[in-house]
């Protein structure tokens, strides 16, 4: 009997030595675990981080930028209004509208500007909540980044997107004395200027360029920096087109001035060009409800009309913001100017909207 007693005795001990042994086993695989995933948010502070959380306060401050030849997206970095995009995005657009989280629009003033870096910062009327700044230095190798932004512009309505990825490495351009983040995300166009966050929701770059499986953002570090070149710069408005009006140079002037002053939303002055003989004893607050929705007009060709003398051709594109959705059209025809006392002002126009092939743009 205290043989099988002694035996029961050393096989329990011999299971509970197994058992510890197991449980030391899974313990060790389950910190093993924890470390992946720590190292996959970027380290046990930001475990506490809720993804979907920070996604949708991170939404609140990014907006739809929409140029004449570009369209992308940007975020709030400052109290009054300040947003930062890419330079591209608002490249050859002196006036860019912002559409807000809200859907309504503001037209944005371009304060300063670095090709080069391809950075660049607008002003709008309205304040949005500021995103925080993260810190790039700190990020772990391949550490989760959430870039924010609108895929394809205007074709596609509807909130933000969010693409998932990781820091796949860090890349520097000597030339312009910038860091880049990589990341396995692909961005595709439109989310261009939009934040690079991490799971906590702080921005880390911002969205720039992109191939299949690879995207590249501007470091928060490298912004900070060009932020203060571009602010001290003898002049930080050097890369940005500007407009000039002219509208009592010549009957083409005029028209050139009215259709930029619709795109810089100055309708009164659009406007002031307007005749008598158009406006038909309608006032401006009943004019300019025609041109609510629009987001930007460019004038793709003027011209005088060789025939007909005070006579403008041209050719327009249009974007109106119509429930979401951004509406592309295009125009051609001509206006009839007369010079009335001295100033241009735009007497009669034959112009029809028109679906216009490739060589439309180019003839």
């Excluded at 509970?16 to 695989?29: E, H, R, S």
């Excluded at 309205?126 to 895929?151: D, N, Q, Y």
Aim: glycine share 10%.
């Amino acid at each position: 009997m205290k043989n099988i007693a002694l035996v029961i005795r050393s096989l329990i001990l011999v299971g509970l030595i197994c058992g510890l042994l197991y449980v030391g086993t899974q313990l060790k695989d389950t910190n093993a675990r924890l470390d992946k995933i720590e190292n996959k948010l970027g380290g046990t502070e930001k475990i506490s981080c809720k993804e979907k959380e920070s996604i949708e306060k991170v939404r609140q401050s990014v907006v739809r930028i929409i140029g004449g030849e570009a369209e992308g997206s940007g975020f709030a970095i400052k109290s009054g209004g300040l947003i930062l995009t890419n330079f591209h995005v608002i490249e050859f657009e002196p006036s860019p509208k912002v559409i807000l989280p809200d859907n309504s629009f503001e037209s944005a003033e371009v304060l300063m500007a670095d090709k080069n870096a391809d950075l660049a910062i607008i002003k709008i009327g309205k304040e949005l909540p500021v995103i925080s700044w993260g810190e790039p230095t700190e990020l772990e190798p391949a550490e989760e980044l959430l870039a924010i932004g609108f895929p394809l512009g205007g074709q596609l309505s509807g909130e933000a997107s969010v693409n998932k990825g990781s820091l796949s490495g860090r890349r520097r351009s000597k030339d312009v004395g910038i860091e880049y983040l990589q990341t396995d995300t692909t961005l595709t166009p439109g989310v261009s200027g939009g934040p690079m966050i991490n799971i906590c929701g702080e921005v880390v770059g911002i969205n720039t360029a992109g191939l299949s499986g690879l995207g590249l953002g501007i470091s928060s570090d490298s912004i900070k920096q060009k932020w203060l070149e571009m602010a001290t710069a003898e002049d930080p408005l050097a890369d940005v087109q500007r407009i000039d009006f002219k509208p009592n140079d010549s009957s083409l002037e005029a028209v050139r001035a009215f259709y930029n002053y619709l795109k810089a939303r100055k309708l009164e002055k659009a406007f002031d060009l307007l005749s008598d003989n158009f406006k038909k004893g309608y006032d401006f607050d009943y004019w300019k409800q025609g041109y609510e929705p629009l987001l930007d007009t460019t004038v793709i060709k003027i011209e005088e009309d060789k025939s007909e003398k005070n006579r403008v051709t041209i050719k327009l594109s249009t974007k109106d913001l119509v429930e979401e959705e951004i509406v592309y059209k295009y125009f051609e025809g001509y206006w009839d100017v007369k010079d009335v006392e001295g100033h241009w002002l735009l007497w009669d126009p034959e112009i029809k909207e028109v679906e216009p092939d490739f060589l439309w743009f180019y003839n």
